[in-house]
């Protein structure tokens, strides 16, 4: 990372914008991924947790998972256990069977491996 991109990288951070901390990691190479990942659990968006996760290969998979759990719907929680390997596809599961509608359910049955499929089909159709 050169200096004008060390300068950007310190702005970014003091700015405290998840999204921000994202792009930034993503496109820079040598940025601090830790540093950046931080801001990103703080703001505890779900999408930008969920992006950081998938995009950046540094990225704690576990801290990021935690907060697309506790504040996710079901189609970001569908779309973790889709995306990320080493995804919890138990506790992600019952995310989408307590927060998901008829679609994350079925989705979640048809193409994620370990699924419950039986419960998963149960509760769409309980839903649609």
């Known amino acids: 990372m ?29 940025a601090d991924i830790k540093r950046l990942q931080e801001v990103v659990l703080k703001k505890g968006d779900d999408v930008d947790c969920y992006c950081f996760a998938r995009y950046i290969k540094e990225a704690d998979i576990k801290r990021l998972q935690e907060v697309v759990l506790k504040k996710g719907d079901g189609w970001v929680c569908y779309c973790f256990a889709r995306d990320i390997k080493g995804a919890d596809i138990k506790r992600l599961q ?25 419960k998963l089909m149960a509760r769409y159709n309980e839903l649609k």
Do not use: H, M, P
């Open 94 to 118: 019952e995310e989408v069977l307590k927060k998901g509608d008829d679609v994350d359910c079925y989705c979640f049955a048809q193409y994620i491996k370990g699924a419950d499929k039986e």
């Open 2 to 30: 050169n200096k004008q991109q060390k300068i950007k990288q310190e702005v970014v951070l003091k700015k405290g914008n998840g999204l921000d901390c994202y792009i930034f990691a993503l496109n820079i190479k040598g």
